[in-house]
């Protein structure tokens, strides 16, 4: 166990750049490694990925590994966990965090059961025990009503998989400097059980919900479809995007793709306007690392107001339409 030394972060690239939850864990990877006093390497995957390495210097990594192959071009199951795996056994570091993404879901506990190690799922904290310098991994739990602190005493990797938005990135800083290793992939081709065949990108229109930094979210309340009309005149008018509780989604009023929460999207916007949304703690999960949160809810019981800096109570279709006029009055829309 003792030659396991440093923090390793597994980088996500998606169209040719590295994604934001990337710098998020080489923020939480970089605080990591200095309480340990040990190094942060950075692991990219992917087909011509070479120049994407000053990214992850830029962002705290000392260290890079790239494993440039065409075949890794797609995520594509067998493919990474077999490479991962293998730079983990030649590496060997002490820590590895993976976003708790669709990739980060499939590949960590592939990986945890291939190098006989634990996995601590959806991380929201994560920091070294003075005394044992043991990683604590913090995982809300029991639909976030609790959390849990999980540590992996014998076996390494100690592995996380971390929420996104709840690390802080460093800044970046181009004038970092650090190494880059290449490593081979030496793929066997017919060790592949599944093949990318075609990639549909989901028409979004306007503002991803996770780059927005003014989410206006509507839940059951709402009553129907046509209540979210004056979400989205609003979302335009401070230019920021529409979400939904998972309620309002299943009762057919916004698309699934704009869920928040502990079974939907993580987001921690600026300003959060969450409307007629009762702020059930599943709801909470995915909305509660915003900086400001603006409710709207005619019950003054409503938990949403335990959760919110500012609230109105009142019915919606009285208070939205001169909040809507107040605000467009204000950005001079
Ligand atoms: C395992 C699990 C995972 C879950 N994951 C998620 C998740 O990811 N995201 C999520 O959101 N939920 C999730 N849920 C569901 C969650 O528990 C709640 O049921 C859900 O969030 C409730 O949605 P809501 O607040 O829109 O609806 P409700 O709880 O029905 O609340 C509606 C609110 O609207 C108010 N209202 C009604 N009419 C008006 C009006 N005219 N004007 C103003 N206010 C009005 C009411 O006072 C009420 O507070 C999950 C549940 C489980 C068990």
Redesign the pocket.
Known sequence: MTDYKGVMVLGEVADGKVEAITAELLGAGRSLADALGEELSGVLLGSNIAGLSKDLIAFGANKVYTVDDPLLKEYQTDAYVTVIQRVCNEVKPSILLIGQTIIGRDLAPRLAFRLETGLATDCVDLHIDPASKLLVQTHPCY?GNARAHIVCPTARPQMATVRAKTMTPLERNDSRTGSVIPLQANIDQSALKTKVLNRVKEEAAGIRLEDAQVIVS??????GAEGFKHLEELAKIVKGAVG?????CDAGYAPASV??????KIVAPNLYIA?????????M??CSGSKVIVA????SE?N?FKESRYGVV????Q?LPAFIEMCRELVGA
């Open positions: 639909g509507g839940g059951r309340g709402m009553g939904a509780s998972r309620a309002a869920q928040i929460g502990l079974t939907g409307v007629a949304i009762s702020g059930a703690s599943q709801h999960a995915g709207v809810n005619k019950d409503a949403i009142g019915d919606y279709r208070v």
